[in-house]
């Protein structure tokens, strides 16, 4: 009996990632290419006689890109790793919900080799980039304005300094005078 309802899971699964590919008209290539994983295994993932995958990196990867919650796929296990809860990811989910952009268009708005350091953003598994180009083109695919990219920049470098042992409050005075110097640059 047993047997049964695990089959009934690895075909939900399955089904649920083919009608989603079919649904985004979205080529298993790019797919592949989008969760970081070969053309072979995205067809052994929707192969119903093969079972579903249980990693956890490669179902949050699918159900970033999915948008869908990972807990979706009967297959998942809550990982042991922390995950980042960082306000500036958060903004971007809900900026692209405003606006109604799947993360399926925002994601193949990069260049392919980019598209899976996209999806470890969204899914918390890196932080936004401290690189300013880097996020200013994330920034813009988003539809964010200028002081909106600095904004989220600014924070994230102040996370940064202060991760690494900086008193950002007692050092305000060189922070602020290199976020002036920051600001002048970008403008």
């Known amino acids: 009996m047993k047997e049964k309802v695990k089959e009934n899971i690895k075909q939900k699964s399955s089904e649920k990632l083919s ?62 790793e922390p995950i980042l809860i960082d306000e500036s990811v958060d903004f971007l989910k809900n900026t692209l919900k405003k606006k109604k952009m799947s993360v399926v268009n925002f994601l193949k708005a ?36 200028k002081e909106k990219i600095y904004s989220i920049w600014e924070g994230r470098l102040r996370q940064v300094l202060e991760s690494n042992g900086m008193n950002i409050y007692s050092n305000s005075e060189l922070v602020n005078a290199m976020l002036d110097c920051a600001k002048k640059h970008v403008e």
């Open 19 to 80: 009608e989603f590919l079919e649904k985004n008209d979205l080529h298993k290539k790019d797919f592949a290419e989008m969760i970081g994983v070969t053309l072979s295994y995205v067809y052994n993932l929707i192969d119903d006689t093969i079972p579903f995958s249980t990693r956890g990196t490669t179902l949050e990867r699918i159900s970033t890109v999915m948008e869908v919650e990972p807990e979706e796929f009967e297959e998942y296990r809550i990982p042991q």
């Open 110 to 145: 990069f260049p392919r080799k980019k598209r899976i350091d996209i999806v470890d953003i969204l899914r918390g598994a890196l932080p936004m980039p401290l690189d300013y180009k880097e996020l200013s083109a994330i920034g813009k695919v988003a539809g964010l304005n």
